[in-house]
């Protein structure tokens, strides 16, 4: 049932403040400060000897694993890497009980991913899943899970259960953080309140998808498509760009702002389009930077800014913006646009978003 959709992509990006609510329901305790996975498998005394969090996942799941490999850094100060499970799996990494292993997936059925889970637990490390079935694989394989609880995906292009690994990512963080003692209550409060606003503000974007439509006619025609972004938002860019090609098949790549001076900005010309993610955040004058650089050389700019950025959307071609919000919930909050853009340009191509060529739901095989 598309519940009055016309594809299941549109139905399922357009679900996610409720999915970014369930993903919260019961997990957070607002008064006390206080983020609370009972589902989670370990006990505070063994959080507190975790060295380091390796995460892993394919795809969709791995750009999720990105963001989370900043959070984690970040409210928990524990070291932490990203690994993609079709690569993890076939090297020699060294693992042991101090690393908790974090494997994605929204089916929990990815060949790849339950093989480097194998290994993982082979190698005596802790294994937490985030996953989408309860029923699946890697629920059974893992030490303990935390579920998305979204429903199912039927789309293709996962979209809900992005948005609802980056949430569950969120909370492990703070939850890190909260057992190593890194984190004052009053600062867990205010995060766990900004994540509580993250509903309504991803339901006021999803209000008027006018824009959409416009932007898709003009950008449906570029055969390449740049995405940029810094920091956490990096990992957005990446995603963003997986979006755009699985379901448009237009070329997209998304890339570190930083590394353009490194190769990249050699392809920029008046018939490549760059996706600028710039909120303001720690590295917008960064951001900034780039989007001169990329316009003094004639390329296309769609810049996604904060409301309110005269500024900067003074500079580029074209704009999408995000609200004005606490810093670290603008990986959540750009995520949206970039489906948005993804399916309209798909549409605007006689695509068929939910069901793109090649492409299965679940890769079971490797
Ligand atoms: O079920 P999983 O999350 O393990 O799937 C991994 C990837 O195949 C998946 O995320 C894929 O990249 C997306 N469907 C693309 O939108």
Known sequence: DRGGYR???LKEIMEQPQVVAGALRGRVNFDAGRVELPDFPFLEDEIRDFRRVVLTGCGTSLHAAHVGRYLIERFAGLPAEVESASEYRYREPFLDSDTLVVAISQSGETADTIAAMQDAKERGARLLSICNSE???AARLADGSLYMGCGMEIGVASTKTFIASVTILFLLGIY??????????????????DLASTPRLIGEMLADVSQYKVLAQKFSGYNSFL??????NSAIALEGALKLKEVSYIHAEGYPAGEMKHGPIALIDRNMATLALAPRDRLYDKMAGNIKEVKARRGIVLGVLTEGDTELAAEVDDTLFLPTAPEHLYPLLATVPLQLLAYYIALDRGCDVDQPRNLAK???VE
């Open 7 to 9: 594809h299941f992509m």
């Open 135 to 137: 029923e699946s694989q």
């Open 176 to 193: 890190l953080g909260q057992a190593r003692a890194r984190l004052s209550p009053e600062v867990r409060r205010d995060l766990i309140a």
């Open 227 to 232: 995405y940029l972004g810094r920091g956490i």
């Open 362 to 364: 679940s890769v079971t």
